[in-house]
């Protein structure tokens, strides 16, 4: 199990990159690259269950690729924080996963820190609050 700052989660990474997984993988060596949302997240029938697991999940997605925004609900059903990474141009894809309910960071930001990135604080939720600052919630 991976701990990411402010907690004991347990995090997975929806990542086909392979640069970004180097990455990842040096700020949190045990992160787990997933290509699908694991079993233990999904209920008998593979939808999403409403238990947390392992004290919590968060969940990396690359929102510059269409497979990682249509995780996004699953995820967030079966109780996982979600952090999604996108590039600053791609406001489609940005804004989709606010729409979900996902926390968003510009590409940029998120590789410079990826710890502070995952770290639960004031920013989790900012997709609801209105922000429109075009590239980040974080």
Do not use: Y
């Not at 970004?20 to 209920?43: E, H, M, N, T, Y």
């Not at 995780?71 to 489609?92: C, K, N, S, T, W």
């Amino acid at each position: 199990m991976t701990t990411a700052p402010g907690g004991g989660e347990r995090v997975i990474a929806f990542v086909d990159d392979l640069m970004d997984r180097s990455k990842i993988s040096a700020a949190l060596p045990s992160a787990v690259f997933v290509r699908s949302v694991p079993a233990d997240l999904l209920g008998e029938r593979g939808a999403a269950h409403e238990g947390d697991v392992d004290g919590g999940v968060v969940a990396i997605v690359d929102g510059g690729r269409p497979r990682g925004i249509a995780m996004i609900g699953d995820l967030l059903a079966a109780r996982a924080r979600v952090v999604v990474f996108v590039p600053h141009v791609d406001q489609e894809s940005a804004a989709e996963a606010r729409r979900l309910g996902a926390v968003v960071c510009a590409r940029s930001r998120f590789f410079r820190d990826v710890r502070a990135a995952l770290a639960p604080g004031p920013h989790d939720g900012a997709h609801a609050n209105g922000d429109t600052n075009g590239d980040t919630d974080r």
